[in-house]
C-alpha cells in the first residue's frame, strides 16, 4: 500500500528574507505577484504546495505576497547559502559558519525532505 506525500506548511524565517534573491517585482506577471504562482518557476501554488515568502512592500509602497513551491525556494536557499560568505564579514574572518549561513543551510536540508 502506498501512501500520498503529504507537505508540511513550512514558514520562511524573515531573517531569511534578505538573503534570498527574488525575481524583479516589474517583470513578473499577476499570478505570480499575488502568490498564487511560484515566484520563479511560475507552477500554480495550492495551500498545500504553496511556501510564503512574506510579504515585500516596494521602494514605492506597493505591496506584494510572493509564494514559492518547494522545488524553486530550494534553488534559492541553496544559491544564498553558497553567495552569503562572500557578503558576510563573520564568514569571511573565520572557517566556522556565522548563525545565518548555518541557518540556511539547515533549511536547505528541511526543503529536501
Known amino acids: 500500500m502506498t501512501s500520498a506525500r503529504t507537505t508540511a506548511v513550512l514558514v ?3 531573517d531569511f528574507v534578505p538573503h534570498i534573491l527574488l ?3 516589474e517583470l513578473l506577471c499577476d ?3 499575488r502568490g498564487a504562482a511560484c515566484v520563479w518557476g511560475g ?20 505591496h506584494w ?5 518547494r ?5 534559492a ?6 553567495r552569503h560568505p562572500g557578503d558576510c564579514p563573520d564568514c569571511k574572518s573565520t572557517t566556522d559558519p556565522c548563525p545565518i549561513r ?5 533549511l536547505l536540508l528541511e526543503l529536501g525532505r
Open 102 to 106: 548555518h541557518a540556511l543551510h539547515d
Open 43 to 62: 507552477e500554480v501554488l495550492t495551500t498545500d504546495t504553496a511556501i510564503d515568502l512574506n510579504e515585500r512592500v516596494t521602494d514605492s509602497g506597493a
Open 77 to 82: 536557499v541553496h544559491a544564498a547559502r553558497g
Open 12 to 14: 520562511l524565517p524573515v
Open 71 to 75: 522545488r524553486c525556494l530550494r534553488s
Open 23 to 25: 525575481p524583479r517585482l
Open 31 to 33: 499570478a505570480r505577484t
Open 65 to 69: 505576497f510572493p509564494r514559492a513551491c
